[in-house]
T-cell receptor, first 114, second 114 residues
Framework: DAKTTQPTSMDCAEGRAANLPCNHS???????VYWYRQIHSQGPQYIIH???NNETNEMASLIITEDRKSSTLILPHATLRDTAVYYC???????????????FGKGTHLIIQP | KAGVTQTPRYLIKTRGQQVTLSCSPI?????VSWYQQTPGQGLQFLFE???????NKGNFPGRFSGRQFSNSRSEMNVSTLELGDSALYLC?????????????FGPGTRLTVL
């Protein structure tokens, strides 16, 4: 069963903030939330990850709700180059020495409109 | 720093043949993971190698195997190819074992089985 639920697709206007939601209601205490994106015909690219605190880096911000059952990835000023499939992944990186790798679901196809 | 490189980029084989794909990680990275990406199943974890040892394996048949060399370069082998093995094969490298750290993905090898 999928650990995360994401909308299939979203549109966002160029220059605006893109907010991508992810539901992970069965997340366990040791599981982190990771975000990767895949631009067409390229390998996935790491964006950000967090456990329970909000995180920010040069690419994006990750907002995790207090109960950790959902999160939102924010791209503050979307550009056309941000058009990609965005994957929200929940994983315990230390379980069983690495467990099952990163489990990518279907992701959200984000389309930035000019 | 050079990124993850994969060779060849494209490959065409026929059913029953075998194939070997190569992945060179980022210099200094000792963890290499392999993924299969198909339109129907999405990105699926194959296996992870760290310091020449397979640490984890996904749910794939024994026809899929891999190894890692002392210089951290990794190869993946698929024997007795089937039509369903047509996919984009991605490798990712990381500085540490497991999946806590950022995974750097290569561009992939596109395998077509006829």
């Amino acid at each position: 069963d999928a650990k995360t639920t994401q909308p299939t697709s979203m549109d966002c206007a160029e220059g605006r903030a893109a907010n991508l939601p992810c539901n992970h209601s069965t997340i366990s205490g040791n599981e982190y939330v990771y975000w990767y994106r895949q631009i067409h015909s390229q390998g996935p690219q790491y964006i950000i990850h967090g456990l329970k605190n909000n995180e920010t880096n040069e690419m994006a911000s990750l907002i995790i709700t207090e109960d950790r059952k959902s999160s939102t990835l924010i791209l503050p000023h979307a550009t056309l180059r941000d058009t990609a499939v965005y994957y929200c992944i929940v994983s315990d990186p230390y379980s069983g020495g690495g467990a099952d790798g990163l489990t990518f679901g279907k992701g959200t196809h984000l389309i930035i409109q000019p | 720093k050079a990124g993850v490189t994969q060779t060849p980029r494209y490959l065409i084989k026929t059913r029953g043949q075998q194939v070997t794909l190569s992945c060179s990680p980022i210099s200094g990275h000792r963890s290499v993971s392999w993924y299969q990406q198909t339109p129907g199943q999405g990105l699926q974890f194959l296996f992870e190698y760290f310091s020449e040892t397979q640490r984890n394996k996904g749910n794939f048949p024994g026809r899929f195997s891999g190894r890692q060399f002392s210089n951290s370069r990794s190869e993946m082998n698929v024997s007795t190819l089937e039509l369903g093995d047509s996919a984009l094969y991605l490798c990712a490298s990381s500085s540490l074992a497991g999946f806590y750290n950022e995974q750097f993905f290569g561009p992939g090898t596109r395998l077509t089985v006829l």
